[in-house]
């Protein structure tokens, strides 16, 4: 869960509607004692090779803050964002975290990236600090069994299952899974390839992993066409996605290429030739610009943000939506009461209706396939 249009973010905090004094200790005070407005915390990638997809994000929860508190808010109180920039690093993420739980938030509501998320599940826990996850999928999201953890997407489970299904469909025989080494990524990996083996119609011809930021994948690209497989599904994020299929198709690969939901957000396309674009298509979470039942939310995200929204910014606004229906129904801002109120959920968001299973992952879960179309992506039916 997922390129670049830098957002240009100088500050740390990025601190949204309302006016109230901020907790400054180390052991924040619950959160039902702050009167005035409810903050919800967010930690996204707003710097780094994952910003264009944080920027969306952002943009989706600040309009769900906007018309919550337009409606009159939550419990007659304001809600206010508070978003720190993770760069999708897992160190940043952790300084990020420590510094958001002294901001006297209720919730967090935020993570793009899975690796990013994973260390910062413990310190929001110790802090009593139930988590709405908006994007990140891993499956290493649910291993430590936290009950005040949810997440709007659909697992890498589920995503496996979807596009095995569609890597036959789409003619594939011999499988090469990529990934990069990283959570999400090698999660989803490892699940395609069980899923593969599973059904027994493709054959797992390899699974190799990549290095994150190298300049080319040649090497990798060679093994590809080594093991003659006619199918690759890479797991990891547009910047190596984008370099390993210029690397195929200029080593000759002419099968067909894949790529996982955090690689059809960004620009993958955008310097690929028709030729190298030929045959790429990618498992995708929600894309507003398919899904004609989000028209009229498209139209206010584009109001508000002068641009259309991106493959993130709608499981951000669910999020956040989410997150105030579950304190309304918990009556306060008390975080067990909310965090209960959560695994009650049955919410009609713009990714469907939301509602979790016992280990906090979604019960109905929502993809969709996209095909390479000149420099965009459109939906393959």
Not at 197 to 217: D, H, I
Not at 298 to 312: F, H, K, V
Not at 353 to 372: C, I, M, S
Request: net charge negative.
């Amino acid at each position: 869960m997922r390129g670049p249009r830098i957002l240009a973010v100088a500050a740390a905090a990025v601190i949204l509607a309302g006016l109230s004094a901020c907790a400054g200790t180390d052991d924040p005070k619950p959160a039902a004692s702050t009167p005035g407005v409810i903050r919800l915390a967010s930690l996204l990638p707003l710097t780094g090779r994952s910003s264009h997809s944080g920027e969306a994000m952002l943009n989706g929860a600040k309009l769900a803050i906007s018309e919550v508190n337009a409606a009159g808010g939550v419990l007659g109180r304001q809600l206010e964002l508070v978003a720190e920039d993770d760069a999708c690093d897992p160190g940043t993420a952790v300084t990020a975290a420590q510094t958001v739980i002294k901001k006297d938030v209720t919730l967090s509501v935020g993570g793009y990236c899975s690796s990013a998320v994973v260390p910062t599940l413990k310190i929001f826990r110790d802090a009593g600090i139930p988590m709405i996850i908006a994007q990140a999928n891993s499956t290493d999201l649910i291993e430590p069994r936290y009950d005040s953890v949810f997440l709007i997407c659909g697992t890498v489970t589920a995503e496996a299952e979807f596009a095995v299904d569609w890597m036959k469909q789409l003619g594939g025989r011999r499988l090469s899974v990529v990934h990069d080494g990283t959570s999400f990524p090698i999660t989803l990996a490892e699940a395609t390839a069980e899923q593969a083996r599973k059904t027994g119609e493709l054959t797992v011809a390899n699974v190799l992993k990549l290095s994150q930021g190298a300049t080319g994948y040649e090497r990798i690209a060679g093994s590809i066409i080594g093991s003659k497989a006619d199918i690759v599904y890479y797991t990891g994020y547009y910047g190596e996605a984008n370099q390993l299929i210029k690397d195929l198709r200029g080593k000759g690969f002419t099968g067909r290429i894949v790529v996982g939901d955090g690689a059809t957000d960004g620009p993958l396309l955008a310097d690929l030739s028709e030729a190298q674009a030929r045959d790429v298509y990618g498992t995708a979470l929600l894309v507003p610009a398919f899904m004609p039942e989000l028209k009229d939310w498209s139209q206010r995200y584009q109001a508000a943000n002068g641009a259309e929204p991106g493959p993130s910014s709608a499981e951000a606004y669910d999020a956040v939506m989410v997150a105030a229906d579950a304190i309304k129904r918990a009556g306060n801002t008390d975080r067990e009461a909310v965090r209960v109120a959560l695994s009650g959920t049955d919410h009609a968001g713009l990714s469907g209706q939301v509602a979790f299973n016992a280990d906090g992952t979604r019960t109905v879960p929502k993809f969709l396939l996209l095909e390479a179309n000149g420099k965009a992506f459109r939906l393959r039916q």
